[in-house]
């Protein structure tokens, strides 16, 4: 797939910390990167088999907060 | 919306010389002007007389005369001649601005005196840096200063509104943009990869083939935009920070709030090709004040509309990423400035 225009944010607080990252791709899209599941979290977690899950950390909800 | 506890550029250093320059800044009539000893100073543009700016008046020596009934000040802004009288009234004085001359700029401190830290001028070594040709200019905007940043900030306009210069369509069609927001500062940054060269580049850089191209924005409240730009052959490793066989330049732009629909562009063109080669200095010059003029017939439409109707609804794309948290910023610098300016009020009382 060819690259068109797409934007990555990345949220730094003031301790320098930064979040992983947003993205905002061309087809209208917002990508957030964190961790997948695996089989024994969602086990141990009672959370859903199927669902696609991530992991993210709570500067990303900062990030998400502030930046959008 | 100004933001006042920040050093904002008043003049070019050459704009005041021999004669004091008058020039509104965040909406306050100032006038510039240098002392028999060449020091520099900031005065309201005001005689507290009748009121005439003193930007009409002349210099005296190391005075500011008055040019409607001959009041001289000092550089203190204090009135030491009142022509006629021997008593000079107490309060014939005029309010003074922290100067400071650097980069080849004039700063000026608009907010509280007591706040005012040289040390926190943005850097703009490239002005004066030896390692680099530069030329610093200026223009008169009709339009609001944060049309300005967020244009800078959002480079993907170079394909439409700079396509003779230094834009082409590789900058919208094939870009990955990263947007990092710290507290106080912005950074955009683009790369474009194993593209064509824009007609600017081509002739300055001599380039023949593809080229890989970068563009990182270092945006510092309120209006400070240092912009990183440069091209080298495609391959050849720039991506990975190997900047060999290209161009490098600073685009510098210090942006000063004339009004609410004004502005005063202080901007300059450094490169680290040539640096001491005057003519080069000025080609690359002369090809960027294209582009920067191109923008200003930009601003001032935008502010046209704008003041037609200023509750128009806008609509946000991903390119606005960059303007956008900029004016977040601005927005929360703004509101902490009017809290403690708020606070500091009730403490006095």
Same mark, same amino acid.
Request: hydrophobic share 40%.
């Given at each position: 797939?060819?690259?068109n225009?797409?934007? !990555?944010?990345?949220?730094q607080?003031?301790?320098g910390?930064e979040?992983?990252s947003?993205?905002?791709?061309?087809?209208?899209?917002?990508?957030?990167?964190g961790?997948?599941i695996?089989a024994? !979290?969602? !086990?141990?977690l009672?959370?859903?088999?199927?669902?696609?899950l991530?992991?993210?950390?709570?500067?990303?909800?900062r990030?998400?907060k502030?930046?959008? | 919306?100004?933001?006042r506890?920040?050093?904002?550029?008043?003049?070019?250093d050459? &704009?005041?010389?021999?004669?004091?320059?008058? #020039?509104?800044?965040?909406?306050e009539?100032?006038v510039?002007?240098?002392?028999?000893?060449?020091?520099?100073?900031a005065?309201?543009?005001r005689c507290?007389? #009748?009121?005439?700016?003193?930007?009409?008046?002349?210099?005296?020596?190391? /005075?500011?005369?008055?040019?409607y009934?001959g009041?001289?000040?000092?550089?203190?802004?204090?009135?030491?001649?009142? =022509?006629?009288?021997?008593?000079? +009234?107490q309060?014939?004085?005029?309010?003074?601005? +922290?100067?400071? &001359?650097?980069? #080849?700029?004039?700063w000026?401190?608009?907010?509280?005196?007591?706040?005012?830290?040289p040390?926190?001028?943005?850097?703009?070594? *490239?002005?004066?840096?030896?390692?680099?040709?530069?030329?610093?200019?200026?223009?008169?905007?009709?339009?609001?200063?944060?049309?300005?940043?967020? %244009?800078?900030?959002?480079?993907?306009?170079? @394909?439409?509104?700079? &396509?003779?210069?230094?834009?082409?369509?590789?900058? /919208?069609?094939h870009? @990955?943009?990263k947007?990092?927001?710290? +507290?106080?500062?912005?950074?955009?940054?683009? *790369?474009?990869?194993?593209?064509?060269? =824009?007609p600017?580049f081509?002739?300055?850089?001599?380039?023949?083939?593809?080229?890989d191209?970068?563009?990182?924005?270092?945006?510092?409240?309120p209006?400070?935009?240092?912009?990183?730009?440069?091209a080298?052959?495609?391959?050849?490793?720039?991506?990975?920070g190997?900047?060999v066989?290209?161009?490098?330049?600073?685009?510098?732009?210090?942006?000063?709030?004339?009004?609410e629909?004004t502005?005063?562009?202080?901007?300059?063109q450094?490169?680290?090709f040539?640096?001491?080669?005057?003519?080069?200095?000025?080609?690359v010059?002369?090809?960027?004040k294209?582009?920067?003029?191109?923008?200003?017939?930009?601003f001032? @439409?935008?502010?046209?509309?704008?003041?037609?109707?200023?509750?128009? =609804?806008?609509v946000?794309i %991903?390119?606005?990423?960059?303007?956008?948290? @900029?004016?977040?910023?601005v927005?929360?610098?703004? #509101?902490?400035?009017?809290e403690?300016?708020?606070a500091?009020?009730?403490?006095?009382?």
């Amino acid at each position: 797939m060819p690259l068109n225009f797409r934007v !990555e944010l990345v949220w730094q607080g003031s301790d320098g910390g930064e979040a992983s990252s947003i993205f905002l791709t061309s087809d209208g899209r917002v990508i957030l990167q964190g961790r997948g599941i695996s089989a024994n !979290e969602r !086990e141990a977690l009672k959370l859903p088999r199927d669902a696609d899950l991530i992991s993210v950390d709570r500067n990303l909800i900062r990030a998400i907060k502030d930046m959008l | 919306m100004f933001l006042r506890n920040y050093w904002y550029v008043a003049a070019l250093d050459e &704009e005041v010389r021999d004669r004091p320059l008058g #020039r509104m800044i965040l909406g306050e009539p100032v006038v510039l002007f240098r002392s028999g000893d060449g020091a520099l100073h900031a005065f309201e543009d005001r005689c507290p007389h #009748r009121q005439l700016p003193l930007s009409m008046g002349k210099l005296v020596g190391d /005075v500011l005369q008055c040019h409607y009934h001959g009041l001289r000040f000092d550089g203190s802004g204090q009135c030491v001649r009142v =022509p006629g009288q021997d008593h000079i +009234p107490q309060n014939a004085r005029v309010r003074t601005y +922290p100067v400071v &001359e650097r980069y #080849r700029w004039i700063w000026i401190w608009m907010g509280d005196p007591a706040q005012a830290d040289p040390e926190q001028i943005c850097d703009f070594h *490239w002005l004066t840096d030896p390692d680099w040709g530069a030329k610093p200019s200026y223009l008169h905007v009709e339009a609001n200063w944060q049309l300005i940043v967020d %244009n800078l900030l959002d480079l993907t306009h170079l @394909a439409f509104v700079h &396509e003779t210069t230094i834009g082409n369509m590789a900058l /919208v069609e094939h870009a @990955a943009v990263k947007v990092q927001r710290s +507290p106080n500062g912005v950074l955009v940054t683009r *790369w474009t990869i194993d593209q064509p060269a =824009p007609p600017t580049f081509v002739k300055v850089g001599k380039f023949t083939g593809n080229v890989d191209r970068w563009q990182i924005i270092d945006y510092a409240p309120p209006a400070f935009l240092r912009l990183d730009v440069g091209a080298t052959p495609t391959g050849t490793g720039a991506p990975e920070g190997r900047r060999v066989g290209g161009i490098g330049m600073r685009n510098l732009n210090a942006i000063t709030p004339e009004t609410e629909a004004t502005s005063h562009y202080f901007w300059a063109q450094a490169h680290d090709f040539e640096p001491h080669n005057a003519d080069m200095t000025e080609r690359v010059f002369q090809q960027i004040k294209t582009a920067f003029l191109e923008d200003v017939a930009v601003f001032t @439409a935008q502010q046209r509309m704008i003041s037609l109707r200023p509750d128009a =609804p806008q609509v946000d794309i %991903n390119a606005d990423a960059g303007g956008m948290q @900029a004016r977040r910023i601005v927005d929360r610098l703004y #509101r902490e400035e009017q809290e403690a300016t708020a606070a500091h009020a009730t403490a006095a009382v």
